[in-house]
């Protein structure tokens, strides 16, 4: 039987899609990647905001065509949609056949069987599974979705920030970290595959060690990873300003191998939106964060996000959060428009914004940063930079790949010519000569491999 997964989400939802593959594997179904040839689909949502509901609903819709014209025997739906709908999902999607929660993804394989066996012998079976998401055990043997290169480390789960406009906390519980030992021998296996990148991540990262050891561990985690691997580059993502300690700046100074590189989501800087939001921390909080780090690590990346069009948000707040961006000139930032999510705080806030008002907002603050990117990439023409080859075009004769500055999925690429091919996970100096929009332009020094 041929089994296929769509995988929706952030990174963290991969990783759980990746654990799954390998248990469906493991039970003896082979995996395809053509939705078209497979017996059972496998679908993990994302339920996060409204936009992100949508494309797991069109991905369901889209799959369902393949039952009714194609071979398709059953479609199995997992993830935060499932568990956040668990009780209506069934009854508004008649052509799911199998719904498990976020807890219960070692139970593929049993929904698996639970669909087609039964099936087989005639009946018109239904399965669910919501076990208890904050006794799950966490983590487990993967097969990779990345390319073998690169790797992502989810060292806990849930989130204790409950931020007002966020729904995670209902959907994946309470925050939960990995023991750190579990963590490290994950970290090795990863390194003898191959992964030369490793993405450390979590609903917050900064937050790690807290429930286990009772104090933040996030910088003896990092040290520990690269006592015990020789993986080059080590990239922190989803760290809260508010828990950005001195031993987590010196770590990232100190260490060669863990990038100058950090996602520091803020949302917004009028204190008045902060606390509506139900953020930790302050302005003052937030500028001292981010002054320490610039200090003490010079040449460090700072990615951030925000929200604009949050319940009561004025024109006066969303001017100050435009200086701000001005002023702070962030290297990387995204920007969101408000989603009002049921089950969170801020749903029921008075004072909701127009949805055009927002997506003017988010288009103002979105022109502000991409003048600073353009200024940012300006400055890095003729330098020389080292790039991590993810493959070739053959169209255009370009490798591409990313630099230390650059997340895999969410930050710009760095397009390349050089004498020969080289190989994708190979390091290689690029010399830079043209910028296009958030993309750089350059010519390898060398085509040696290292």
């Not at 991969?14 to 497979?38: C, K, W």
């Not at 021998?185 to 191959?194: D, F, I, M, R, W």
């Not at 509506?276 to 780090?293: P, Q």
């Not at 069009?309 to 006066?316: D, H, K, L, V």
């Amino acid at each position: 039987m041929k089994v296929g997964f769509v995988s929706l989400g952030c990174p963290k939802n991969q990783l759980d899609t990746e654990v799954m593959l390998h248990e469906v594997a493991a039970a003896g179904y082979e995996i395809t990647p053509e939705e078209t040839e497979a017996d059972v689909v496998i679908i993990n949502t994302c339920g996060f905001i409204e936009s992100a509901k949508k494309e797991s609903i069109d991905n369901i819709l889209d799959i369902a065509w393949l039952k009714k014209h194609r071979s398709l025997k059953a479609i199995v739906v997992t993830g935060c949609l499932a568990e956040r709908y668990r009780e209506s999902i069934l009854d508004e999607l008649p052509e799911v056949d199998a719904v498990l929660g976020v807890g219960s993804i070692h139970n593929i394989v049993e929904a698996i069987e639970a669909v087609t066996v039964k099936k087989k012998k005639g009946s018109k079976c239904k399965y669910t599974s919501f076990e208890d998401k904050e006794t799950v055990r966490l983590g487990g043997d993967r097969i990779l979705t990345t390319a073998d290169y690169t790797a992502y480390l989810k060292i806990a789960e849930g989130c204790d920030n409950r931020c007002a406009y966020c729904a995670i906390p209902a959907i994946r519980g309470k925050f939960r970290s990995r023991p750190m030992e579990e963590l490290i021998a994950e970290a090795k296996q990863l390194e003898a595959l191959g992964v030369r990148e490793l993405n450390i991540v979590a609903q917050d990262i900064t937050r790690y060690g807290l429930d286990l050891y009772g104090e933040y561990r996030l910088a003896d985690l990092l040290h520990k990873i690269t006592e015990a691997t020789e993986i080059p580059w080590i990239r922190l993502l989803y760290c809260y300003p508010d828990k950005i300690t001195d031993e987590l700046v010196a770590e990232m100074r100190d260490n060669d191998r863990i990038l100058k590189y950090i996602d520091l989501p803020i949302q917004h800087i009028s204190d008045r939106m902060l606390k509506a939001m139900n953020r930790h921390g302050d302005k003052k909080m937030i500028c001292d964060v981010i002054a320490k780090l610039r200090r003490e690590i010079p040449d460090i990346v700072i990615r951030t996000t925000f929200i604009v069009g949050f319940p009561g948000e004025t024109e006066e707040d969303f001017e100050e959060l435009c200086e701000f961006v001005k002023e702070t000139k962030f290297d990387r930032a995204g920007v969101f428009t408000y989603s009002r999510e049921e089950d969170t705080a801020a749903y029921d806030y008075p004072d909701q914004i127009d949805e055009q008002i927002k997506q003017d907002r988010m288009d103002l603050l979105m022109r502000e940063q991409l003048e600073i990117n353009e200024a940012n990439n300006q400055k890095m023409l003729d330098k020389i930079i080292t790039v991590l080859c993810e493959d070739y075009d053959p169209v255009s004769e370009v490798h591409f790949g990313r630099s230390a500055a650059d997340a895999p999925e969410i930050d710009g690429k760095i397009y390349f010519r050089a004498e020969g091919r080289i190989a994708p996970g190979s390091f290689v100096k690029v010399r830079i000569r043209e910028v296009v929009d958030y993309d750089l332009i350059g010519r390898a020094l060398t085509s040696n491999n290292n």
